[in-house]
């Protein structure tokens, strides 16, 4: 079964950067789609970005160009470098990786914005 392990989230302040990391177990073959979704205080979670297996990607309408996803598929990793932070993006960020069997989620990484 494939396990799912984000890291990197952390306290910033305004107009700060960070990178977060998804790192999926298995086979690199069997992971098809690897995602980035956030869950803010009091709201529904929310989708961020996400990158194929071919590195074809999408982000959320609100990214605006401040979020970067990429991909090491030799080493099972996603990554998600955001830049220009504010504290509208305070959040719990969990990674979503869709597989050839079915659908895992990490338990998630707090990234917190604030001076």
């Known amino acids: 079964q494939v396990q799912v392990v984000e890291s990197g989230g952390d306290l910033v302040q305004p107009g700060g950067s960070l990178r977060l990391s998804c790192t999926a177990s298995?086979?690199?073959?069997?992971?098809?789609?690897m995602g980035w979704y956030r869950q803010a205080p009091g709201k529904e979670r929310e989708f961020v970005a996400r990158?194929?297996?071919?590195?074809?990607?999408n982000y959320g309408d609100f990214v605006k160009g401040r979020f970067t996803i990429s991909r090491d598929n030799a080493e099972n990793t996603m990554y998600l470098q955001m830049n220009s932070l504010a504290p509208e993006y305070t959040a719990v960020y969990s990674c979503?990786?869709?597989?050839?069997?079915?659908?895992?989620w990490g338990q998630g990484t707090q990234v917190t914005v604030s001076s």
């Open positions: 298995g086979s690199a073959s069997s992971l098809k789609i």
């Open positions: 979503n990786v869709v597989t050839t069997s079915g659908s895992k």
């Open positions: 990158i194929t297996s071919n590195g074809v990607t």
